[in-house]
Every structure is written in C-alpha cells, then in structure tokens.
C-alpha cells in the first residue's frame, strides 16, 4: 500500500501509473454505472477521490457502503487538472476490508469538539485530529532530537514512587490494600507497611528527583514520560495524566537553564513548521488565525524576562482588569500570565525569582532569603508551559528548608546524598508537553490535544 501523502509529495512519479492505498469512507455516492468514494488513509488530509464503475463485480456492494468503511483499493492515478483535487484514482478493484454500520457517529457535517471528545476512539478519523495527533508525534521526535543532538542522555524515571517531588500533595495513591480492610496502626491512621511496597506510595508528580541524581553522573540528561496530578482544576488547561519533559544540566545555573529552554522552544516551532506545513496551514485557517504569525516572530525574537517581583509591580498597576487582585507574595493565576505575556511583552516571557513560599522545597535560595531561583515560562493563548529553577546544591540549606517545610528527611535520603558527594550547581525545568502542543497548534482546550484525556471526573475508554 502507498500512502496518499506519498502520491501528493511524488505525484509525477505516480501519475498514469498503478497504485494501491488503504484507507477509510469519508463520502460515497453512486449513480447507475460509477460512483465516486472519497477515502483518507490518515497520512494526509487532502481528500483522495476514486472512481469504480459497474464493470467491478462488486459493484452493488461497494455502492451500499457507508461512510467510514475501510477498503483497498488498485487503480490508475489519472491527472484532474480541472477538478479542486490534483489526481483521481480510476479504481480497477475496490475491496471491502470492513464495512460500516449506518449509525457511524461522524457524518459529514462539522462536528464540534465537545460532541468529538464523546466519541474520542473514533475522533483521530477527522481533519482536525489528524492534524492534532500528527503534530504531537511530530514534536515528540522534535525534542527527542533536539536533546539528542546535543549529547542530552534520556533517563527514564520511575512511575511509581515513594516521594512528593511538588509537594503540593497531588498524589495519586498506588496500593493494594484492600479498602473494606485496611490495616491500621495503633493511632488510626493506615497501615502501609503491609502494603505491596511496605510504604506508602503514588504515581509521580514529576521525574525531576530521580532526573537530578543522573545529571550527578552525565551533566546533561532528560526526561520524557507520563506525570500524574490529582489536581482539582477543571480547566482548559490541566489533565489529571499529562507528559513532561524535564532536562536537568550540572555545573549550570538558572541563566543557562533559561538559555536551553529558549533554544528548545525555538527548535521546536521551526522543526514543526519545516516537517508539518500543511498541518500547520490547517491549523492557521480553520483554528486560529494569527497562529503561524506568532509562531513565526516567536523564533526571531529574544523571549523577554522579568523578576516576579517586576512583574508584580506591573499587575499591581492593572489590578482593575483581573478577577483576581495580585500582590507580592501570592501565585500568579492564568488571567495574570496571560496580561504579561499577551498585553505587556507579546512573546514569550520569563519570570524569574519568585518568593520561596509559592515554590518547591529543592529550589535554590536567593541572597535576599525571601526569593528562590525559579523560573516559569510564558506564553501567549496559555499562560504557564515550563516551570523550572536552579536547585539548592548546599547541604545544610537544603535540609534547613526540608525541615521548615515539614518533609520527611528519610524519604530523601538519596537526595540529600547529591549534596553530600560532588554536589554542583545545577538546574532544569519540566516543560508540558499537552501544553507546548495546544501552544503550537492553536489547540484551546488540553482535552484535545491528548488522545485518551483524563480530567475531573472523566476517565472514559
Ligand atoms: O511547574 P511544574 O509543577 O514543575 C515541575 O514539576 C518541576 N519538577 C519541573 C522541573 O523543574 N524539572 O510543572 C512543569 C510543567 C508546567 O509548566 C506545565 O506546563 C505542566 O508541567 N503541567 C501540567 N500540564 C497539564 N496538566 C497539569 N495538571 C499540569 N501541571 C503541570
Ligand atoms: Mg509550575
């Protein structure tokens, strides 16, 4: 089988010639003695038309197919030089692979996204899917090569863990026990050492621990893989299970970190508009218009920077506009990320050096004992799509902080021992990677850019 992306790239080579392709009913209709099916095989989304006539000895049951059937089909790709499409294929034989009941959920109307996330098995079937889900594969490869060309080694960081890395408490519990019969201890609280792992355990918030230990021994690592938050946010923006990628780099420091996750943003747009033109031209009409514009300006030009406390100065002043009133010392909500990035600098932005007290345990502290090295990226349409720091590589200072924060020492004992033998500066950042595909394609809901999205209260197929 040839795919239609294929025939459209190399038509000369193809035109007069035989072909075969596999695909999917995305229209029929018949007259008396031919009928026109149009099919997508999922490699492109230009549709490819096919002529079958009543010379096929299947003639009547290719005319009684519905839409979404899949067939094979061999024939002649012939020139149509007149019609919206370059090339039609003269089929010469359709076979019926699976037919399609005439219930199939997609018919050729628009469907809205909503109605789509109900029928998500079926979805990746339309145009815009398609595009979606390509792109997604497409940048996956983008930052696997990005690292890889850059001598990044990809670790890969445990699932399931004994440690919170965000602290905030957004575990998914992992056990086996049994709810109706949990053991107890002697005060009430459960019993985990008579759990599988003989502690209590979770689905990981992030690899980012476990991600440092290595960059300890290879300077420059990675991470690429699911990260899961019972997060009770019912937003456009936040799934339940979700992908980060998460570099850490030795003997560097917040500026470098900044300076890799500028270099990799970048890459990443211009790998994706090079490899995914069409998709992306699709995405700039049909989903948001000033898409490739952004884009486009995004790779010339310098992201911006700002410390939090500048940027509080700056909302401060237009505390009117938000629902939300910001002062020093409280978090930054969507509202207030996107006036920054959107209203103020109109690129990309970075905000650096929060207060230690909106922020995790592991960040490095500030000389003024009241800000920590962070540092969170900011973009147009979305708000936060990295959030990243320097880490604290000072023994005793981590410790200090563990204890004012109430984390159990023992559980980070391996950590700790980081900073005990050859500890260096060092940093790096978790970049999301529904979000980094939402901002890439126009996308506005996360719901549509993970196949299978697991979110308050849906985790359906
Ligand atoms: O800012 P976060 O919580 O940072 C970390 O987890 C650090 N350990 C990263 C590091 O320094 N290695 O999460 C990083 C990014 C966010 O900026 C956001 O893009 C994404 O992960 N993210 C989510 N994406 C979808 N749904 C959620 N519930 C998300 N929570 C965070
Ligand atoms: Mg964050």
């Known amino acids: 089988l040839i795919t239609v992306k294929e025939l459209y790239k190399n038509k000369e080579q193809y035109l007069g010639k035989e072909v075969r392709i596999g695909g999917w009913v995305r229209s029929i209709r018949d007259s008396k003695a031919f009928g026109f099916i149009v099919v997508n095989d999922g490699s492109f989304f230009e549709p490819l038309q096919v002529v079958y006539h009543d010379t096929m000895d299947n003639f009547a049951e290719i005319s009684k197919l519905n839409v979404g059937a899949a067939i094979v089909v061999r024939g002649t790709l012939i020139a149509t030089p007149q019609a919206k499409q370059p090339f039609e294929i003269q089929a010469e034989e359709v076979e019926v692979e699976g037919a399609s009941a005439p219930d199939y959920p997609l018919q050729k109307k628009r469907h809205s996204f909503e109605y789509l996330r109900t029928i998500a098995h079926l979805r990746p079937r339309t145009n815009t899917f398609q595009a979606v889900f390509r792109v997604r594969s497409l ?63 979770s689905l990981t918030v992030s690899g980012q621990l476990n991600g440092e230990t290595y960059a ?117 909500q969507t509202e207030h990320e996107r006036y920054l990035t959107e209203e103020v600098y109109k690129r ?43 880490r604290e590589d000072d023994y005793d200072k981590l410790v200090a902080r563990m204890k004012e924060m109430n984390l159990n020492e023992a559980d980070y004992e391996f950590y700790l021992d980081l900073r005990k033998y050859g500890s260096t500066r060092h940093a790096g950042f978790g970049l999301g990677f529904e979000r980094c595909v939402m901002y890439l394609t126009g996308m506005q809901n996360i719901r549509d850019v993970v196949p299978f999205p697991r979110t308050v209260n849906n985790c359906e197929l």
Request: aromatic share 14%; proline share 4%.
């Open 139 to 201: 940048v996956a490869y983008a930052i696997h090569k990005f690292f890889q060309e850059r001598g990044f080694v990809y670790v890969h960081t445990p699932l399931i863990t004994g440690s919170d890395c965000e602290g905030a408490g957004e575990m998914f519990r992992v056990t086996t026990l049994d709810l109706e019969n949990v053991p107890k201890n002697p005060d009430g609280t459960v019993d985990y050492t008579q759990d599988f792992f003989n502690k209590e355990t």
């Open 216 to 332: 300890q021994a290879f300077r420059n690592i990675y991470t690429f893989g699911p990260t899961f938050r019972a997060e009770n946010s019912n937003t456009t923006r936040h799934a339940a299970e979700f992908w980060m990628i998460e570099p850490e780099i030795a003997f560097a420091d917040l500026d470098d970190d900044m300076m890799l996750a500028e270099s990799m943003l970048k890459y990443i747009i211009s790998y994706v508009l090079e490899q995914a033109p069409e998709e992306m031209n699709f995405f700039n009409s049909f989903v948001d218009k000033g898409l490739l514009e952004r884009l486009n300006h995004v790779v010339n030009s310098d992201f911006a920077r700002v410390t939090y406390t500048e940027a509080i100065d700056i909302l401060d002043k237009n505390n009117d506009k938000f629902e939300y009133k910001v002062s020093w010392g409280a978090d930054l």
């Open 348 to 390: 990309p932005v970075f905000v650096t050096d929060y207060p230690k007290d909106i922020k995790a345990f592991y960040m490095k502290m500030n000389e003024d004992n009241k800000t920590v090295a962070a540092v969170d990226c900011l973009v147009p349409g979305i708000g936060e799509i990295i959030g990243g720091s320097q």
